[in-house]
């Protein structure tokens, strides 16, 4: 299928380069516009996400897993899973952040619902739960076809410059 | 084994799928499970997050393996899940230096198992961490 959305990917992003994923030969979800310029090494090393933003702004991120993903007999590793957390909770948390600061994570609570899959398609709309001067607070539900199966919640640090 | 020094002793424990394409996670068989420095992880640039530090995601999977290593030691050869993990972020890590990692079983119920484990590097700790694993039938 198409991997148009790998052409489209830019240089840079926040003044960091964009990583090239470890995998491109991934099918653009239906219904996502188009992939996360990925700028951690471990994250572009381990998966490619896919986002949309949507009417009411808010932002819904995809990740198709593959056999990358695997912990055993098809079950997806709960690792990738908090990867996955960490990266989409953290774009959430910068939304928040004011002008000139970034937020690095303090503390994250996973939890697993039930196993996903090698071959599902990872779906979450992180928000932010509550924003300080010096912390916010973010929470993730995350489903494969409409059935929740992982959910996390975090604690972000703003870092001045 | 390991390219680096400190860790002469450590053994790979074998793992599959996603566990081996993060990395080889070490262990120390002489040592005891709760014991100081009993797995280790040697860090590569892959681990890194855009400002040079280790993933949180990598610390987080890393942490899930070391605990979940001392939970299966306690269930006879059943398998047991993650049901939920708590880390907390002490510290920022660097590549090239190992992570050392310990963990030991708080309680044990007929079909939980609640542990809790540390990651540290260069004599900092870098991640507290709690967890519940269900004995998958139990």
């Not at chain 1, 996400?49 to 808010?58: E, Q």
């Amino acid at each position: 299928m198409s991997s148009d959305w790998l052409s489209a990917l830019p240089e840079r992003v926040h003044g960091l380069p964009v990583q090239r994923p470890a995998v491109t030969d991934i099918a653009l979800p239906a219904g996502y516009t188009d992939a996360v310029p990925l700028v951690d090494p471990f994250e572009a090393y381990s998966f490619q996400s896919f986002r949309r933003t949507n009417p009411d702004g808010s932002v819904t991120y995809a990740l198709p897993t593959d056999a990358r993903h695997d912990n055993s007999n098809g079950v997806i590793h709960g690792g990738l899973l908090m990867t996955f957390a960490d990266s989409v909770l953290g774009y959430c948390a910068w939304t928040a952040c004011p002008p000139n600061t970034w937020c690095v994570t303090v503390s994250q609570s996973s939890s697993f619902l039930r196993a996903g899959r090698v071959g599902d398609l990872i779906e979450v709309t992180p928000v932010v739960t509550r924003a300080t001067r010096s912390m916010i607070f973010t929470r993730g539900e995350f489903s494969v076809a409409g059935e929740p199966v992982f959910q996390a919640a975090s604690i972000w640090k703003i870092t001045g410059k | 084994m390991s390219s680096h020094p400190d860790l002469g002793t450590f053994q790979s424990i074998s793992m599959g799928g996603f566990n081996a394409y993060v990395g080889t996670l070490l262990h120390d068989p002489a040592k005891a499970a709760g014991a100081e420095r009993r797995f280790a992880f040697l860090p590569e640039a892959r681990h890194l997050n855009g400002g040079g530090a280790l993933h949180g995601g990598f610390l987080m999977t890393l942490a899930d393996n070391v605990l979940g290593f001392t939970v299966h030691e306690q269930t006879e050869g059943r398998i047991a899940s993650t049901v939920t993990l708590n880390t907390d972020f002490l510290a920022g890590g660097v590549a090239g230096s190992p992570v050392w990692g310990r963990a030991a079983i708080t309680r044990r119920t007929r079909s939980l198992i609640f542990v809790g484990g540390d990651l540290s590097q260069d004599g900092k700790l870098l991640m507290t961490a709690t967890g519940i694993w269900k004995i998958i039938g139990a």
